[in-house]
C-alpha cells in the first residue's frame, strides 16, 4: 500500500461517522426499526454492527501490530446483531461511540510504518494470513458501504 493509498483510506475513515450521524439524526423509531424481512438488518441494528466492529478491526489491528503470530478470532455478524441487543441500545449512544471508537483507531492508524501495514495474523475463516493494510482498507469502506445500506433501508421505511 502506497502512503497516497493509505491516505486515502484513512481520510475516508475519518469522513464515515459524520456521515452516519448526519444520515440518521432525527430519524423516526419506525424507520430505525424498518426491516426489509426479518433475516435483513434494519437502520439500528447496522448502527450497532458498526459500533462492534469498530471494537473488532481495531483490536485486529492491535494483535497484528502488537502479539507474535496472532490469530483472529471469527465471528458471526448475524448472531452479533441477534444476541448483543443492538435495538435496546438508543441510536444516538451507537453513533457516538461509533465516531469515538474510530477517531480512537484513526489515531493508532495514522502512526503506521510502512512495515507495520505487512504485519498480520491468521484469519480462520479466510484460511490464511491478513495484513494490517487490508484491515486499513476495510476500514475505508466499511462506513460508506453502510451508509448506502441506512439510505437504501430510509427510502424503503417511506414507502
Same mark, same amino acid.
Given at each position: &500500500? #502506497?502512503?497516497?493509498?493509505? +491516505? ?6 475519518? +469522513?464515515?461517522?459524520?456521515? $452516519? ?8 423509531? #419506525?424507520?430505525?426499526? =424498518?426491516?426489509?424481512?426479518?433475516? +435483513? /438488518? ?5 448502527? *450497532? ?5 469498530? $471494537?473488532?478491526?481495531? =483490536?485486529?489491528?492491535?494483535? &497484528? ?6 490469530? $483472529? ?6 448472531? /452479533? ?16 461511540? =461509533? ?18 501495514? #505487512? ?10 494470513? &491478513? ?8 476500514? *475505508? ?10 439510505? +437504501?433501508?430510509?427510502? &424503503?421505511?417511506?414507502?
Amino acid at each position: &500500500m #502506497t502512503e497516497a493509498e493509505l +491516505k486515502k483510506h484513512l481520510d475516508a475513515a475519518e +469522513k464515515s461517522p459524520k456521515e $452516519i450521524a448526519a444520515a440518521v439524526s432525527g430519524l423516526s423509531d #419506525t424507520v430505525l426499526r =424498518y426491516k426489509p424481512s426479518p433475516d +435483513k /438488518w434494519c437502520v439500528q441494528e447496522v448502527l *450497532g454492527h458498526l459500533a462492534d466492529m469498530e $471494537i473488532v478491526l481495531g =483490536y485486529r489491528v492491535r494483535q &497484528m501490530l502488537a502479539d507474535t503470530k496472532p490469530v $483472529i478470532a471469527p465471528l458471526d455478524q448475524d448472531a /452479533w446483531a441477534r444476541n448483543l441487543n443492538y435495538l435496546d441500545s438508543p441510536p444516538a449512544e451507537l453513533v457516538a461511540f =461509533y465516531g469515538i471508537a474510530r477517531h480512537h483507531n484513526l489515531r493508532l492508524l495514522r502512526r503506521l510504518t510502512p512495515a507495520d501495514l #505487512t504485519k498480520s495474523a491468521f484469519h480462520p475463516e479466510m484460511q490464511r494470513e &491478513m495484513t494490517v493494510a487490508e484491515i486499513v482498507e476495510r476500514i *475505508g469502506v466499511h462506513g460508506a458501504n453502510h451508509l448506502a445500506q441506512i439510505e +437504501k433501508l430510509k427510502k &424503503m421505511a417511506n414507502q
